[in-house]
C-alpha cells in the first residue's frame, strides 16, 4: 500500500509569510508524529497525536507553530511569520498503535523549507 | 531529560565491518531503534531491541545493554550503498522517540 505522504516537497517562502505542509500517513495508523531536521542534524520532536486524543504539542519551539489532524488521518504544521530559523525539512512519520513498546514509525520523504 | 549521543561521523572501508555506538540517558525506555537514512530521504527502520542482547537481521546486526545505556549496530561486509545517516532512538515511556544527532557513515573504496 501506499506509505506516508508529505507536500509540498519544496517550500521557498520569505521571511514572515505563513507556510502550511501537508501529511498523509498510512491508511490505518493512528499516531501521527511531525519532526524537524537542519541540515546535518538528527529529527527534532515537534508534536504528535494519537487517535482522537489531545496533541502532545511539547516539541513545539514557539507558538508561531501549530498542527492539526482532522478526521484522524491528514495532517497540517502551520508556521505562522516565518523566521530564517525556521528552515529545515519537516518530516511526518505515522505508525500503527503508539501504546507499546514497538511502535515502527514509517517516514514521509519530508518537505524542505527554506525561509529567504 | 532525554540525552542520546553517537558520533558524528565514521569512515569505514568496503567489505569491512564497523560499528556504530549510542550511548543514552533517558526519563524512560520502552525500546530502542536504529534507522538509516540516506541523503535527501526519508528515515527507513533498521532494527529494535528492548531485551539485553544482539539482534540479526543479514549484514545488520544491534546490540543493546539497558543497564549500561548503550547499543551498537554492527554493518558487515560493507558496501558503498551502506554510506548514509545512521540514526539511534530511544522510545521513552510515553511511547515518544528521541533521536540522537545520526553518525554520518562514509564507505570508501
Known amino acids: 500500500g501506499a506509505g506516508v505522504s508529505q507536500s509540498p516537497s519544496n517550500k521557498v517562502t520569505e521571511k514572515g509569510k505563513d507556510v502550511e505542509l501537508r501529511c498523509d500517513p498510512i491508511?490505518?495508523?493512528?499516531?501521527l508524529y511531525w519532526y524537524r531536521q537542519s541540515l546535518g542534524q538528527g529529527l527534532e520532536f515537534l508534536i504528535y497525536f494519537q487517535g482522537n486524543s489531545a496533541p502532545d504539542k511539547s516539541g513545539l519551539p514557539s507558538d508561531r507553530f501549530s498542527a492539526e489532524r482532522t478526521g484522524g488521518s491528514v495532517s497540517t504544521l502551520t508556521i505562522q511569520r516565518t523566521q530564517q530559523e525556521d528552515s529545515a525539512v519537516y518530516l511526518c512519520?505515522?505508525?500503527?498503535?503508539?501504546?507499546?513498546?514497538?511502535?515502527?514509525?514509517?517516514f514521509g520523504p519530508g518537505t524542505r523549507l527554506t525561509v529567504l | 531529560g532525554q540525552n542520546i549521543d553517537q558520533p558524528t561521523e565514521m569512515t569505514a572501508t568496503e567489505g569491512a565491518i564497523v560499528q556504530i555506538n549510542c550511548t543514552y540517558q533517558?526519563?524512560?525506555?520502552?525500546?530502542l531503534f536504529w534507522y538509516q537514512q540516506h541523503a535527501g530521504e526519508a528515515p527507513t527502520f533498521l532494527s529494535y531491541n528492548v531485551l539485553d542482547g544482539l539482534e540479526e537481521k543479514g549484514r545488520f546486526s544491534s546490540f543493546l545493554s539497558r543497564s549500561k545505556g548503550y547499543s551498537y549496530l554492527l554493518l558487515k561486509e560493507l558496501q558503498m550503498k551502506d554510506s548514509a545517516s545512521y540514526l539511534c532512538?530511544?522510545?521513552?515511556?510515553?511511547?515518544?522517540?528521541?533521536f540522537g544527532g545520526g553518525t554520518r557513515l562514509m564507505v570508501k573504496p
Open positions: 533517558t526519563s524512560g525506555f520502552n525500546g
Open positions: 491508511s490505518g495508523h493512528t499516531a
Open positions: 512519520a505515522s505508525s500503527l498503535v503508539a501504546s507499546g513498546p514497538y511502535n515502527e514509525q514509517f
Open positions: 532512538a530511544v522510545n521513552n515511556a510515553g511511547n515518544m522517540l528521541t
